[in-house]
């Protein structure tokens, strides 16, 4: 399993615009299992299952990692997938949404539990979703180019944060706004 | 074994200006070892490991995770170190020094890698340090507020974005250098 893998190609993206699909990634997160334990987890049908394990392996999002008696074992090829789009593709805007708004959501959560007051929590969740929008499409010939270098955990999350920097000068309005939401002085 | 743990505390900080230790969390991040395994592989003294292990284990970074034989198995207490000081300590000043010379490099070797044209080295390495350095001291009021809050790697990753998105407005120098520096047009 890697530890991250960077996704840009719209095909494979706009496979993650399907619940129980994210469900099972999410799943594995915890530690490989087989289509019938995911099957009983997520009380799908085990062809149901099949059908979305076998798409997600295809697409490189999951793999087999050995076998449980005379089944396969299932895990993710990475512990953290960077989903963002290169092109423009209507179904992969779908997906990115869904994937924006579950993370806003949780990143509202997080801030709250730390103690911020957050004024509006649905212009908060907006303004997020909107950021990660913009930073992505700004970020993504970047992102592109670093597709394929072999980066750590460490490294990854310090590139995120020049490239929010890099593209700051185009963002400056959301990030006044985003101060304010979050009760930050100056 | 955590996902994320960030580190404030000076006195804890101050623990990683020391090359041995660095080393011995390096690596451990491929797999826990006993203190002899250490000791073979950096070719220092049982005992001279077997202190500053100590020393690491009653820091934070390292924990018991076992037994190989009768000696202790020891691994990493968390996969990141999220490692900002909270007091201008100047131990732990003389730490981030080193942490962020070191990361510099690394970012340096990545986007070369990647296929950028990095037109100086030596000011890039610079201007990422006194980013890094600026960022840290922006964001953490912030950062100690999240300390004992659960947050997997992409919600980190998101916030680590975020804080840089908050601290923009003062640090956009370094922003338009940074984005000459890499060759990157508007």
Redesign the interface.
């Known amino acids: 399993m890697k530890d991250i893998l960077i996704v840009t190609d719209a095909k494979k993206i706009k496979v993650l615009a399907e619940k129980t699909r994210v469900d099972i990634l999410s799943l594995l997160r915890d530690r490989p299992m087989t289509a019938s334990e995911l099957s009983m987890i997520l009380n799908k049908d085990p062809s149901t299952i099949h059908r979305h394990v076998t798409l997600l392996k295809e697409t490189g999002f999951v793999e087999v990692i050995g076998k449980e008696g005379n089944e396969k074992l299932y895990g993710r090829s990475a512990?953290?997938f960077?989903i963002t789009p290169y092109e423009n593709d209507a179904n992969a805007l779908v997906a990115m949404d869904k994937i924006h708004t579950d993370?806003a959501l949780?990143?509202y959560k997080?801030f709250i539990?730390?103690?911020?007051e957050i004024s509006n929590k649905k212009e908060f969740i907006n303004l997020?979703k909107k950021?990660?929008s913009n930073?992505e499409s700004l970020s993504r010939d970047?992102i592109k180019?670093?597709e394929?270098?072999e980066?750590n955990?460490?490294?990854?999350?310090?590139?995120?944060?020049?490239?929010?920097?890099?593209n700051?000068?185009k963002?400056?309005e959301?990030?006044?706004r985003?101060?304010e939401l979050?009760g930050?002085g100056d």
């Open positions: 512990r953290v960077l993370e949780r990143l997080i539990e730390a103690g911020f997020i950021f990660l930073f970047i180019k670093l394929g270098v980066i955990r460490l490294e990854f999350i310090r590139i995120m944060v020049l490239l929010a920097l890099i700051s000068p963002l400056q959301e990030a006044r985003l101060k979050l930050l």
